[in-house]
């Protein structure tokens, strides 16, 4: 079963060149999870401080929020509001 976990963050606009510096490397580091996971940063065409963050997830267990998102969605809280949740595949 794949399921989707996104992270949507409205970065204050004085933070995102920082943000923006490190996330690409912080995304990089992951691995081991003994998970297949495909990772996408986009950023929304009219509003360049609003990002989103998905990561497609291919594994037969019950989809859910995991470790990585959930710490990813709190690192990216020191950089503004941040929403974090689960879609299913139909």
């Known amino acids: 079963m794949a399921w989707l976990e ?3 963050l409205l ?3 004085n933070r995102i060149d920082d943000l923006l510096e490190t996330l690409p490397g912080l995304l ?3 691995g081991g999870a003994g998970l297949e996971k ?9 509003v ?3 990002l989103l963050v998905c ?4 594994q037969g267990s019950a ?3 995991t470790r990585e998102g959930l710490l990813l969605a709190e ?11 689960v879609w299913e595949q139909d």
Do not use: C, E, N
């Open 48 to 50: 360049d401080s609003d």
């Open 28 to 30: 990089a580091t992951w």
């Open 6 to 8: 996104t992270i949507r």
């Open 75 to 85: 690192y990216l809280t020191g950089f503004g509001l941040v929403d974090h949740a």
């Open 55 to 58: 990561i497609r997830w291919d």
């Open 38 to 46: 495909k990772v996408a940063l986009y950023h929304q065409q009219s």
């Open 63 to 65: 989809p859910g929020k």
């Open 11 to 13: 970065a204050a606009r």
